[in-house]
Protein backbone atom coordinates (compact mmCIF):
# COMPACT_ATOMS: atom_id res chain seq x y z
CA UNK A 1 0.00 0.00 0.00
CA UNK A 2 3.01 2.56 1.26
CA UNK A 3 4.54 1.45 -2.68
CA UNK A 4 1.02 2.65 -4.29
CA UNK A 5 0.89 5.74 -2.37
CA UNK A 6 4.40 7.02 -3.18
CA UNK A 7 3.91 5.99 -6.99
CA UNK A 8 0.77 8.12 -6.86
CA UNK A 9 2.49 10.68 -4.65
CA UNK A 10 5.35 11.14 -7.45
CA UNK A 11 2.94 11.12 -9.98
CA UNK A 12 1.30 14.03 -8.43
CA UNK A 13 4.18 15.68 -8.24
CA UNK A 14 5.13 15.72 -11.79
CA UNK A 15 1.63 16.46 -13.49
CA UNK A 16 2.03 19.52 -10.91
CA UNK A 17 5.28 20.68 -12.44
CA UNK A 18 3.71 19.72 -16.31
CA UNK A 19 1.33 21.89 -15.32
CA UNK A 20 3.17 24.75 -14.09
CA UNK A 21 5.62 24.93 -16.94
CA UNK A 22 2.76 24.65 -19.81
CA UNK A 23 0.66 27.62 -17.60
CA UNK A 24 4.02 30.17 -17.52
CA UNK A 25 2.82 32.69 -20.03
CA UNK A 26 4.81 36.39 -21.46
CA UNK A 27 3.82 38.93 -20.89
CA UNK A 28 2.99 41.62 -23.53
CA UNK A 29 6.18 44.15 -24.45
CA UNK A 30 5.14 47.38 -21.74
CA UNK A 31 7.89 49.87 -21.45
CA UNK A 32 9.69 50.13 -18.30
CA UNK A 33 9.76 53.80 -17.04
CA UNK A 34 12.84 54.68 -19.39
CA UNK A 35 11.38 53.16 -22.42
CA UNK A 36 14.18 51.22 -22.82
CA UNK A 37 13.13 47.64 -23.97
CA UNK A 38 13.79 45.84 -27.57
CA UNK A 39 10.58 44.06 -28.31
CA UNK A 40 10.30 41.07 -30.93
CA UNK A 41 6.77 40.99 -30.78
CA UNK A 42 6.23 40.66 -34.59
CA UNK A 43 5.11 37.43 -34.14
CA UNK A 44 2.39 35.35 -31.93
CA UNK A 45 3.60 33.61 -28.54
CA UNK A 46 3.02 29.55 -29.95
CA UNK A 47 4.91 30.59 -32.88
CA UNK A 48 7.89 32.37 -30.84
CA UNK A 49 7.82 29.29 -28.30
CA UNK A 50 7.93 26.68 -31.16
CA UNK A 51 10.96 28.74 -32.35
CA UNK A 52 12.80 28.61 -29.55
CA UNK A 53 13.04 24.26 -29.32
CA UNK A 54 14.79 25.26 -33.19
CA UNK A 55 17.63 27.66 -32.04
CA UNK A 56 19.02 24.75 -29.92
CA UNK A 57 22.02 24.38 -32.51
CA UNK A 58 22.40 28.62 -32.82
CA UNK A 59 25.57 29.81 -31.39
CA UNK A 60 23.97 33.08 -30.09
CA UNK A 61 27.40 34.98 -30.25
CA UNK A 62 29.50 36.31 -33.17
CA UNK A 63 32.33 38.10 -34.46
CA UNK A 64 30.47 41.26 -34.93
CA UNK A 65 31.54 41.07 -38.59
CA UNK A 66 28.36 42.95 -40.23
CA UNK A 67 27.76 41.96 -43.88
CA UNK A 68 29.08 43.92 -46.73
CA UNK A 69 26.46 46.77 -47.65
CA UNK A 70 24.63 47.03 -44.37
CA UNK A 71 24.24 50.61 -42.99
CA UNK A 72 24.19 52.23 -39.74
CA UNK A 73 21.12 53.52 -38.73
CA UNK A 74 20.75 57.43 -38.96
CA UNK A 75 18.76 57.87 -35.50
CA UNK A 76 17.95 54.68 -33.56
CA UNK A 77 15.48 54.32 -30.99
CA UNK A 78 18.97 52.75 -29.39
CA UNK A 79 22.44 54.25 -30.28
CA UNK A 80 25.56 52.03 -30.29
CA UNK A 81 26.69 51.80 -26.43
CA UNK A 82 23.36 52.05 -24.67
CA UNK A 83 21.59 49.71 -22.83
CA UNK A 84 18.31 48.06 -23.26
CA UNK A 85 15.97 45.18 -21.88
CA UNK A 86 15.17 42.64 -24.49
CA UNK A 87 11.62 41.60 -24.26
CA UNK A 88 11.62 38.94 -26.14
CA UNK A 89 11.81 35.25 -25.72
CA UNK A 90 13.17 33.97 -29.36
CA UNK A 91 16.20 32.41 -27.59
CA UNK A 92 16.03 30.69 -23.81
CA UNK A 93 18.05 33.39 -21.47
CA UNK A 94 16.94 36.27 -23.90
CA UNK A 95 13.53 37.57 -22.37
CA UNK A 96 14.25 40.65 -19.28
CA UNK A 97 18.07 40.44 -20.32
CA UNK A 98 20.15 43.60 -20.32
CA UNK A 99 21.55 44.33 -23.74
CA UNK A 100 24.19 46.47 -24.51
CA UNK A 101 23.72 47.76 -27.81
CA UNK A 102 26.52 47.08 -29.88
CA UNK A 103 25.33 48.38 -33.37
CA UNK A 104 22.29 49.31 -35.44
CA UNK A 105 21.26 48.82 -38.76
CA UNK A 106 18.31 49.95 -40.71
CA UNK A 107 17.72 46.89 -43.15
CA UNK A 108 14.71 44.53 -44.12
CA UNK A 109 14.32 42.03 -41.69
CA UNK A 110 13.03 38.43 -42.66
CA UNK A 111 11.96 35.35 -40.76
CA UNK A 112 12.69 32.75 -42.86
CA UNK A 113 11.91 28.65 -43.36
CA UNK A 114 14.62 26.57 -44.55
CA UNK A 115 15.91 22.81 -43.87
CA UNK A 116 19.66 22.96 -42.67
CA UNK A 117 22.43 21.58 -45.50
CA UNK A 118 23.70 19.43 -42.38
CA UNK A 119 20.54 17.34 -42.85
CA UNK A 120 17.95 17.81 -40.06
CA UNK A 121 14.14 18.81 -39.92
CA UNK A 122 13.13 22.08 -41.34
CA UNK A 123 13.76 25.02 -39.46
CA UNK A 124 10.15 27.03 -39.35
CA UNK A 125 10.22 30.96 -38.73
CA UNK A 126 13.66 31.87 -37.86
CA UNK A 127 14.04 34.74 -36.70
CA UNK A 128 15.90 36.87 -37.95
CA UNK A 129 17.63 37.07 -40.93
CA UNK A 130 18.88 40.41 -42.95
CA UNK A 131 18.56 41.38 -46.49
CA UNK A 132 22.16 41.61 -46.66
CA UNK A 133 22.49 38.08 -45.66
CA UNK A 134 20.71 36.79 -48.42
CA UNK A 135 22.91 35.38 -51.06
CA UNK A 136 23.13 38.01 -54.30
CA UNK A 137 20.41 39.80 -52.97
CA UNK A 138 18.06 41.44 -55.39
CA UNK A 139 18.18 45.82 -55.10
CA UNK A 140 14.25 45.65 -53.40
CA UNK A 141 13.27 43.86 -50.35
CA UNK A 142 11.63 40.27 -50.93
CA UNK A 143 8.01 39.20 -50.20
CA UNK A 144 6.60 36.51 -48.12
CA UNK A 145 6.69 33.36 -50.25
CA UNK A 146 9.74 34.59 -52.05
CA UNK A 147 12.68 31.43 -52.52
CA UNK A 148 16.17 32.74 -51.75
CA UNK A 149 19.47 30.91 -50.35
CA UNK A 150 21.13 32.37 -47.46
CA UNK A 151 24.68 33.40 -46.51
CA UNK A 152 24.37 33.61 -42.65
CA UNK A 153 25.75 31.21 -39.98
CA UNK A 154 23.56 32.11 -37.30
CA UNK A 155 22.62 28.22 -36.57
CA UNK A 156 24.64 25.19 -37.82
CA UNK A 157 23.51 24.44 -41.64
CA UNK A 158 22.78 27.95 -42.28
CA UNK A 159 24.80 28.89 -44.62
CA UNK A 160 23.70 28.39 -48.55
CA UNK A 161 20.84 26.87 -47.41
CA UNK A 162 17.56 27.33 -49.69
CA UNK A 163 14.86 29.52 -47.84
CA UNK A 164 11.14 31.18 -48.11
CA UNK A 165 10.63 34.23 -46.73
CA UNK A 166 8.28 34.05 -44.12
CA UNK A 167 7.27 37.89 -43.26
CA UNK A 168 9.67 40.86 -44.25
CA UNK A 169 10.01 44.51 -42.65
CA UNK A 170 11.76 47.24 -43.07
CA UNK A 171 13.34 48.49 -39.88
CA UNK A 172 16.14 48.86 -37.31
CA UNK A 173 18.03 45.77 -36.29
CA UNK A 174 20.04 45.45 -33.58
CA UNK A 175 23.69 43.46 -32.23
CA UNK A 176 23.46 43.32 -28.69
CA UNK A 177 25.72 41.95 -26.05
CA UNK A 178 24.10 40.28 -22.88
CA UNK A 179 24.03 37.74 -19.80
CA UNK A 180 22.44 34.81 -20.67
CA UNK A 181 19.52 35.06 -17.71
CA UNK A 182 19.77 31.26 -17.50
CA UNK A 183 23.14 30.41 -18.19
CA UNK A 184 24.58 33.95 -16.73
CA UNK A 185 27.12 33.37 -19.62
CA UNK A 186 28.38 35.88 -21.96
CA UNK A 187 26.55 36.38 -25.00
CA UNK A 188 28.60 39.02 -27.63
CA UNK A 189 27.15 40.36 -30.52
CA UNK A 190 24.50 38.48 -30.81
CA UNK A 191 22.33 38.63 -34.72
CA UNK A 192 19.25 40.30 -34.77
CA UNK A 193 16.97 41.98 -32.60
CA UNK A 194 14.60 43.95 -33.69
Same mark, same amino acid.
Given at each position: ??????????????????????????????????????????????????????????????????????????????????????????? #? $? %? &?? !?? +? =?? /????? *?? @??????????????????????????????????????????????? #? $? %? &?? !?? +? =?? /????? *?? @??????????????????????
Amino acid at each position: MKKKQLILGMFSVLIIVVLAACGESQEDGSSTAQNNEVNDDSQTENAASSNEDSHSSMDPSSSGKIPDGLTDAENPQYPSDSEAVINTNHM #E $G %M &DG !AV +A =TI /DGAYD *TT @VYTVTYTPTTGGDEVEDHKWVIHEEIENAQDKPYEKGDEVVLNATHM #E $G %M &DE !AA +A =TI /DSAEN *TT @VYMVSYIDTETEEKVSNHKWVT
